[in-house]
């Protein structure tokens, strides 16, 4: 999990800083597989405006609907205890996740729980029960969980947030977006036991000596993050990122000590389209509008 925001302070006060201050602000290679079937079309998810950058996504459990926070570093699917006693479950076991700052993060679990979103269902098949509500400053509007790349695994789709939409894409639809998006080389993380799931790109930071694995992080509200050994490179706040074979990216940045080469904020995830095939391990990028 990557919420953070420029200068806060470590570990789990991150999230609570990051909403409090939003709150007061505002080539595609050979054809990819592992697609669901090309006879179905995609569907489109619109995310929704939460507080300041961060967005939401609706989903239905048992026909109830859920406002879900949408997290590509969240690292797992997660639902309030208020919420797990729809499905129903009785949470059992424990998965153990670390943040980037190092902080240690655990849960219980319920398996095989489907969630709706925009129609289709998507079997979960653990779904970690988390009280977010403990991180967030009061009065904000409820949320009933976490939303993020691990609900999609096996899925391909396509994240484009200046547009506020993700597209849940089929074997055709993939197919015929990734012709003209540049491919670009992927790590898919699973966590200690395998129930988790994120995404790290590989780019050149500019002035660097070899390339590093940046973590895809739409909740990072701050700037990208570098880990100490990246910043002997970075001769200014701003810094530019190769991604492919020439997609270049500058946003601002900042230097902490995290598990990581180093996390991609909002600001800079906003600049691309990225689609994911989560099935395959592979994916692509282009420059959004």
């Known amino acids: 999990m990557g919420w953070r925001v420029s200068g806060s302070p470590p570990a ?7 909403l409090a201050l939003a709150a007061f602000a ?7 597989g592992g697609a669901e079937a090309s006879s179905e079309a995609p569907d489109t998810l619109v995310l929704e405006p939460y507080v300041g950058r961060l967005v939401t996504l609706t989903g239905r459990l048992h026909g109830d609907s859920l406002r879900l926070l949408f997290d590509t570093g969240g690292g797992e699917t997660l639902l309030a205890p208020h919420v797990a006693l729809r499905v129903p479950c009785t949470p ?5 996740g670390v943040r ?3 902080e240690r993060v655990e849960w219980p679990l319920c398996h095989d729980v489907t969630l709706e979103f925009g129609g289709r269902e998507i079997v979960d098949a653990t779904t970690g029960i988390w009280d977010i509500a403990a991180l967030l400053p009061p009065g904000l509007p409820r949320l009933d969980g976490v939303v993020s790349l691990e609900t999609f695994r096996g899925r391909a789709l396509t994240l484009n947030l200046s547009a506020s939409r993700i597209v849940l894409e089929t074997g055709g639809s993939l ?3 990734v012709r ?5 080389p992927i790590r898919i993380a699973t966590g200690n036991d395998g129930t988790q799931l994120t995404v790290l790109v590989e780019g050149r930071l500019r002035g660097a000596g070899s390339d590093a694995w940046f973590l895809l ?3 990072n509200l701050a700037e990208t993050v570098l880990a100490p050994h990246l910043t002997p490179a970075v001769r200014d706040s701003i810094v530019t990122i190769t991604l492919g074979d020439r997609l270049d990216v500058s946003a601002p940045s900042l230097t902490e000590d995290i598990i990581y080469d180093g996390a991609l904020s909002e600001a800079f995830l906003r600049q691309l389209i990225v689609t994911l095939d989560l099935s395959t391990g592979r994916a692509w990028v282009a420059p959004a509008p």
């Not at 059992?92 to 153990?96: E, F, K, L």
């Open 12 to 18: 789990r006060s991150r999230l609570t800083v990051a």
């Open 26 to 32: 505002c080539d595609g290679g050979p054809p990819p």
């Open 92 to 96: 059992a076991g424990r998965s153990v």
């Open 100 to 102: 980037m700052s190092g």
């Open 175 to 177: 197919e015929e977006r």
């Open 180 to 184: 003209t998006m540049m491919a670009v």
């Open 217 to 219: 992080d739409s909740g």
